[in-house]
């Protein structure tokens, strides 16, 4: 079974910073574009950043350019979203997306991890 995982969430003050991280598991052999949304309670789920599969081409949604910066290893098949100058209005679970291919050169797409929360506030 493949699968996404985030780790990395917890509490932060304002102005503070967090790494999240997204690992692909299970018998993966490529991780392709990867994206990171975010839900903050009561709201509905909206894009904050995205890599493409060659990794050299980054987008972010204005309220977080600047601020976030989104990568991918593909060696490991993992990605980041390092996040600085952390506001109140960051507050959310946020969620890993990638497209999969496993050893058997099976496409798994739009894989979603779990979501890691992550808390601004002083």
């Known amino acids: 079974q493949v699968q996404l995982v985030e780790s990395g969430g917890g509490l932060v003050q304002p102005g503070g910073s967090l790494r999240l991280s997204c690992a692909a598991s299970?018998?993966?052999?490529?991780?392709?574009?990867m994206g990171w949304y975010r839900q903050a309670p009561g709201k509905q789920r909206e894009w904050v950043a995205r890599?493409?599969?060659?990794?050299?081409?980054?987008t972010y949604a204005d309220s977080v350019k600047g601020r976030f910066t989104i990568s991918k290893d593909d060696g490991k098949n993992t990605g980041t979203l390092q996040m600085n100058s952390l506001k109140p209005e960051d507050t959310a679970t946020y969620y890993c997306?990638?497209?999969?291919?496993?050893?058997?050169?099976?496409?798994?797409?739009?894989?979603w991890g779990q979501g890691t929360l992550v808390t601004v506030s002083s």
């Open positions: 997306n990638a497209d999969l291919i496993d050893l058997a050169g099976r496409t798994y797409y739009e894989v």
């Open positions: 299970g018998s993966i052999a490529a991780l392709y574009g």
């Open positions: 890599v493409n599969n060659s990794g050299n081409i980054k």
